[in-house]
């Protein structure tokens, strides 16, 4: 579904997940933003907060909390 990097809020401070989307359609788009909207405010212990959803021209991506781990693609 697309890559994540560790940025800096520089609006907030410390480090965020981003998560970079490959091609979203529109009809992506559409759903994607229905179901951010409709998770935006989910607060629970065991899953990550969604911070913001920004696009670039054609490009969609998203931030969210930043969680210390080992990445999931090494063994």
Known sequence: ?????????????????????????????????QEFRSLIDVNHPNL????ELFSDGEQWFFTMDLISGVPLNKK
């Open 1 to 33: 579904m697309g890559v994540v990097f560790e940025a800096m809020d520089t609006q907030h401070g410390g480090s965020v997940a981003l998560k970079l989307l490959h091609s979203v359609g529109s009809a992506g788009v559409y759903h994607l933003k």
């Open 48 to 51: 990550v907060r969604l911070h």
